[in-house]
Structure formats: structure tokens, C-alpha cells
């Protein structure tokens, strides 16, 4: 038993002492590597060092440092396109929620029967547009109509169309700035030519302003066009919307025909037979004016 028990030790300790000399070997490469550097991490270093300058080259702000002084109006004119376009949205969204097409409804069934006070009641209560247009109108039908009409639909086209001609100037200003900077870029690379040939750096350096300067400004007119028409949509159908109501209006606020025509007779029986001693005379006959405009026979 004892002779086992001692070599089961001997081969534990001989097992132990491999298992510490393989350690102690593996820490002594790897002190090496260290030392002498390890081909792979260099690689990795170096593919990290390239990655990031790549990222650094590639980054907006990098570009727009290169598009040269141009660029600091582009961006200014970029933020107020972007400006009027936030405020233009969020105007179109209030209006869209203060659209009542049932109070319309009532205000035109309220000029049907001929209650203009509850039909201008509703529109004041209302902050639709196009109430606002028609009660605006039938408040002051007393002067013109038509007129009030058309007053109250340029003053609502007018709020519909704030900001449209920011966009506008946006959409010109833009390129324009974009091509000073390419001729401001070009200058400059034409006046290294002739000094500093060895220095070709430079000299892209200002074509790369004059390309970079001329992008943007193609950029920023691109994207401000598109909103910019879709503005114009939304002006042209809220003329339309209050062109058609404005219509009805002048439909139902117009007397029936027949009465105008019956009228019309009328005035002309009495320039034709005159008047005397307050009554109607003509060679004997007695003014039936009245009872043709009633419809009945002479």
C-alpha cells in the first residue's frame, strides 16, 4: 500500500511540475511578443488608425470645413428653409384640426331660411376658414357682397401663403451661393498654379471647395423645392374650397328669378302708364299694374 500511495505522489508531482513549467514558458512568449510586438495587433492598430481617418475624412463636419467660407450662408439659409418649413407644417396641421364641414352645413340651412343672424353666429363660434370667409361676407352683404367675398378670401389665402416665399428665395438664393463658392474655390487653386507647382494638395484642395460649395447649394434648393410645391398644393386647395363656398353663398343670397322678372313688369307697366291725381290713368284705364304682377289678366 505504501509503495502505491508513493508513486501515485510521485506521478502528481510530476504532473504539477509540467503543468507549471508549460505555464511559466507561455508567460515567457507572451513578454516576447510583447517585446518584439506581435505582427496581428500591429495589423489591427493600423486597420483601426485608417478606419478612423476615413471616418474623420467622410464626416459632415470635415466636408463642410473644406467647402471653404461659402459654406457658413449655405447653412444659414438651410436653417431657415427648415424653419419655415416646421412652422408651415405645424400651421397646415392646426388647420386641418379646425375643419367643421357640419358647421358649414348649418350655415348654409341657416341662409336658406333666411336667419342671417344664426348664420353669422356660427361662423363667429366656428375658427374654420371658410366660415370665417362667409361670415365675414354675409356681415357686411349690406355694401357688396361679391366684394366682402373677395376681401375675406385674400385675407385667408394670405395666411395659407406666409413662408411660401421664403422657400422661393431658398430655392434661388441657394445654387446661386453655391456657385460663389465654386468660382471663389476655382480662384484660388488658379492662383497656386503659377507659384506653387509642388505643392498639388492646394491647388485640389480648391476644387474640392468649389465641388463641395456647388453640392450643397444644389442640395438645399432640391430639398426646399419639394415642400415648396406641396405648400402651393395646399394654397391652391383652400382657394378652391373657398371659392366653391363663396359661390353657394352667392347662389342663396341671390332672389328668385321669377320675382326679378315679375318686378320688372311691374316698373315697366307703370313708366308706360303713368300716374295721375294718384291714380294710374291711361286713356280711361285704371292701373292694373298690380294685379298683373299678381299674374292676373288686364
Same mark, same amino acid.
Do not use: T, Y
Given at each position: 500500500?505504501?509503495?502505491? %500511495?508513493?508513486?501515485?505522489?510521485?506521478?502528481?508531482?510530476?504532473?504539477?511540475?509540467?503543468?507549471?513549467?508549460?505555464?511559466?514558458?507561455?508567460?515567457?512568449?507572451?513578454?516576447?511578443?510583447?517585446?518584439?510586438?506581435?505582427?496581428?495587433?500591429?495589423?489591427?492598430?493600423?486597420?483601426?488608425?485608417?478606419?478612423?481617418?476615413?471616418?474623420?475624412?467622410?464626416?459632415?463636419?470635415?466636408?463642410?470645413?473644406?467647402?471653404?467660407?461659402?459654406?457658413?450662408? %449655405? %447653412?444659414?439659409?438651410?436653417?431657415i428653409a427648415m424653419g419655415a418649413v416646421f412652422e408651415r407644417s405645424i400651421f397646415l396641421i392646426a388647420e386641418q384640426g379646425k375643419r367643421n364641414p357640419k358647421a358649414v352645413e348649418k350655415f348654409f340651412e341657416a341662409v336658406r331660411q333666411g336667419d342671417a343672424e344664426r348664420a353669422m353666429q356660427i361662423s363667429k363660434e366656428s375658427k374654420f376658414f371658410v366660415l370665417r370667409t362667409l361670415g365675414y361676407a354675409l356681415e357686411h352683404k349690406e355694401n357688396s357682397l361679391a366684394s366682402a367675398l373677395m376681401f375675406a378670401q385674400k385675407q385667408e389665402i394670405k395666411r395659407f401663403r406666409a413662408g411660401i416665399s421664403i422657400l422661393d428665395t431658398v430655392i434661388t438664393l441657394a445654387p446661386l451661393l453655391g456657385l460663389l463658392g465654386t468660382v471663389t474655390g476655382m480662384m484660388g487653386s488658379f492662383s497656386l498654379i503659377g507659384g506653387e507647382l509642388s505643392a498639388p494638395g492646394a491647388i485640389t484642395g480648391g476644387i474640392a471647395e468649389a465641388l463641395i460649395a456647388t453640392a450643397f447649394g444644389l442640395g438645399i434648393a432640391i430639398t426646399s423645392l419639394v415642400p415648396f410645391n406641396l405648400l402651393n398644393m395646399q394654397v391652391e386647395k383652400a382657394r378652391l374650397e373657398i371659392e366653391s363656398a363663396a359661390t353657394q353663398l352667392e347662389l342663396l343670397m341671390q332672389p328668385p328669378a321669377s320675382t326679378v322678372v315679375m318686378e320688372d313688369k311691374y316698373n315697366q307697366l307703370k313708366l308706360k302708364f303713368g300716374k295721375g291725381n294718384g291714380k294710374g290713368v291711361w286713356r280711361g284705364v285704371p292701373d292694373t299694374s298690380a294685379r298683373v304682377l299678381n299674374g292676373q289678366q288686364l
Open positions: 500500500m505504501n509503495k502505491k %500511495l508513493c508513486g501515485k505522489r510521485i506521478l502528481f508531482v510530476f504532473i504539477l511540475v509540467l503543468a507549471l513549467s508549460g505555464w511559466c514558458r507561455a508567460g515567457e512568449q507572451s513578454n516576447e511578443a510583447a517585446a518584439w510586438g506581435d505582427p496581428d495587433a500591429g495589423e489591427q492598430s493600423a486597420f483601426a488608425e485608417k478606419f478612423k481617418v476615413v471616418i474623420e475624412e467622410d464626416s459632415l463636419v470635415h466636408i463642410f470645413k473644406k467647402g471653404g467660407p461659402i459654406m457658413w450662408p %449655405l %447653412l444659414m439659409v438651410s436653417i
